[in-house]
């Protein structure tokens, strides 16, 4: 699975839109970029995930560049309760056994 | 809630001792896995189960480390012989039979392992 990088942390606004960036410039055709986040003391929630399209839930939107070698995860209106690492994940062959690598990901802060 | 339960939430244990750690996945899901998170790493896999047998395993589960899910429902982590290095946060995650290309994990809250 292709390497993605993100930076270790950000801050936004309560109620801004976070844009986070991920960096995964050897993605191959047939990977997927899936998002997860930690809230402190829980377990990795999943969010949002794409091949080529941008996508949109109701947690967040993702956007992918057209020759995917980045993203973005933008959750729209932020709040406190957003407080979160989140991480960037390129999957090959979803559906399968593979498991999940996770790299450090991004502390978001949500400021009031 | 994702509906995924571990016990206990927080373990002390003594070096040299053994611990033992359980989940349960949500119901229907066939596929378990567990990883380990130590502060300020993203979690690492473990070990994968697809109902029970065990399918793959990480070359971070050195032979203290056993798991087990022995009716394909719950499973269970043991620690043999604790070091101070096995101090970490244990993580279980389910996911449902394959039915779609999706890597939707849906994890618990973890157990949090001090080794004393």
């Known amino acids: 699975d292709a390497k993605t990088t993100q930076p270790t942390s950000m801050d936004c606004a309560e109620g801004r839109a976070a844009n986070l960036p991920c960096n995964h410039s050897?993605?191959?055709?047939?990977?997927?970029v899936y998002w997860y986040r930690q809230i402190h003391s829980q377990g990795p929630q999943y969010i949002i995930h794409?091949?080529?399209n941008n996508e949109t839930n109701e947690m967040a939107s993702l956007i992918i560049t057209e020759d995917r070698k980045s993203s973005t995860l933008i959750l729209p209106h932020a709040t406190l309760r957003d407080t979160a690492v989140y991480y960037c994940?390129?999957?090959?062959?979803?559906?399968?056994?593979?498991?999940?690598?996770f790299g450090s990901g991004t502390q978001l802060t949500v400021l009031p | 809630d994702t509906g995924v339960s571990q016990d206990p939430r927080h373990k002390i244990t003594k070096r040299g001792q053994n611990v033992t750690f359980r989940c349960d996945p949500i119901?229907?899901?066939?596929?378990l896995y567990w990883y380990r998170q130590t502060l300020g790493q993203g979690p690492e896999f473990l070990t994968y189960?697809?109902?029970?047998?065990?399918?793959?395993k990480s070359r971070l589960l050195s032979d203290r480390f056993s798991a087990e899910r022995p009716k394909g429902s719950f499973s269970t982590l043991e620690i043999q012989r604790t070091e101070q290095g096995d101090s970490a946060m244990y993580l279980c995650?389910?996911?449902?039979?394959?039915?779609?290309?999706?890597?939707?994990?849906?994890f618990g809250s973890g157990t949090q392992l001090s080794v004393l």
């Open positions: 995650a389910s996911r449902p039979p394959f039915r779609q290309l999706n890597e939707k994990l849906f």
């Open positions: 050897t993605i191959s055709g047939n990977e997927y």
């Open positions: 794409g091949l080529k």
């Open positions: 994940i390129a999957v090959r062959e979803p559906g399968s056994a593979r498991q999940l690598t």
């Open positions: 119901s229907e899901h066939n596929r």
């Open positions: 189960f697809q109902n029970e047998a065990q399918l793959e």
